[in-house]
């Protein structure tokens, strides 16, 4: 069963979340927060899975309740998603690099909010290629030095390349297909490089290849 907590400031907002989700068998709805330091408290209590996220929220935004949770390690397991009206939010892209896993927009279709979710706990990518792109580009133009590249250092060449390729937006599929690997073996090695690198998922190691200068803006 995947835990899920909803953390919004608008009633609507949440009582909607909470009855699409509910209605699915291997998701249940453990609590709701109306604000960012609510946002922290539930999810403390319940150890949720997935959080979804409101940015703009009264005491604490989910900015930086994000940071709170993805700071504290007994939410380890915790994914937060950021549910926000815009695409290209201001906040969205500090947002992951406070931990967010990823993103959605408030008028997603219902079926994509239940399958992001479960996206999301499996802690794989919740970000198109195009919005990854769009995304990364906004983290890359905030960097004043690339990252310590020793972070790297762990990494056999081969993981590199998949790496970048995982930097540049591409399915295990595709990388595979680049690599001449199976999607099986690509998706081995995507695990190797997230347990080294300590990574929560999928979406971070896409912000360690952009923040490494692997990826740079317009490369792919």
């Given at each position: ?114 399958r992001s979710v479960r996206v999301a706990a ?99």
């Amino acid at each position: 069963m995947i835990r899920v907590v909803v953390a919004d400031d608008q009633q609507l907002i949440r009582a909607g979340f909470h009855a699409l989700l509910d209605s699915e068998p291997d998701i249940e709805v453990v609590g709701e927060a109306s604000t960012g330091a609510e946002a922290v408290r539930v999810a403390r209590v319940e150890r949720p899975d997935v959080i979804l996220m409101d940015i703009r929220m009264p005491d604490g935004d989910g900015l930086w309740a994000t940071g709170e949770i993805v700071g504290d390690p007994a939410l380890a397991g915790t994914h937060v998603v950021i549910v926000t009206t815009f695409e290209l939010d201001d906040y969205v892209a500090q947002a992951i690099r406070a931990g967010a896993s990823g993103f959605l927009v408030k008028d997603t279709e219902p079926v994509e909010l239940i399958r992001s979710v479960r996206v999301a706990a499996g802690g794989e990518a919740l970000l198109s290629p195009g919005v990854t792109k769009r995304l990364l580009v906004r983290v890359a133009s905030g960097l004043k030095a690339p990252a310590d590249l020793s972070v790297l250092d762990p990494l056999t060449e081969r993981e590199r390349d998949v790496l970048t390729l995982v930097g540049a937006g591409l399915t295990n599929t595709e990388i595979g297909e680049r690599l001449f690997l199976s999607p099986l073996t690509a998706k081995t090695h995507v695990s190797r490089i997230m347990s080294k690198l300590g990574a929560r998922d999928r979406v971070h190691l896409v912000v360690v290849a952009y923040e490494t200068g692997l990826v740079q803006p317009g490369w792919y």
